[in-house]
């Protein structure tokens, strides 16, 4: 659904911004609408009703469920704290995450597909491989399907 991927974009940019600039989230979805539909020189049209409703749901649940989903991103990421990631690759973990808790009805590989189109989109040249790599072991972590982690090669 292309809405969806919309929407997914539209999140990620309102979460960088409130990432950066340490502000409300909401208020940052809020500011990105305003722009969008202001500005009679954007290339892209308008968001639709289907799309700001997911962005709008995204932004919130990633802010209320903050703490949860930090914690579960941390502990799917080896040698990787929270704060020492991109803030790009940090955000997509962020909304994708709180996908995979809670829409449910979203399958996997659906919200990994999408989030490392994100991270190709927006990320460094290694963030696809990151990202993948964090919520397929989040995936596993809450029982939603997923590799986990790499078991160590057998000792000789």
Not at 104 to 117: G, K, L, R, Y
Request: proline share 7%.
């Amino acid at each position: 659904m292309p809405g969806r991927r919309r929407a997914r974009e539209f999140s990620l940019q309102a979460l960088f911004q409130a990432d950066l600039t340490e502000t409300d989230p909401r208020a940052a979805l809020a500011d990105l609408w305003a722009l969008l539909l202001d500005d009679d020189t954007a290339r892209a049209p308008a968001p639709v009703r289907e799309e700001t409703a997911f962005a709008s749901e995204v932004v919130a649940g990633v802010q209320d469920r903050g703490a949860e989903i930090d914690a579960l991103i941390e502990a799917a990421s080896l040698n990787w704290r929270l704060v020492r990631m991109p803030v790009v690759d940090r955000n997509i973990l962020r909304l994708a995450c709180w996908e995979l808790v809670v829409r449910t009805d979203i399958p996997v590989s659906v919200t990994i597909n999408e989030a490392v189109e994100l991270a190709k989109r927006y990320g460094g040249p290694d963030s696809r491989a990151f990202v993948n790599g964090i919520l397929d072991r989040i995936a596993h972590d809450i029982g939603r399907g997923g590799r986990g982690p790499r078991k160590p090669p057998p000792s000789t």
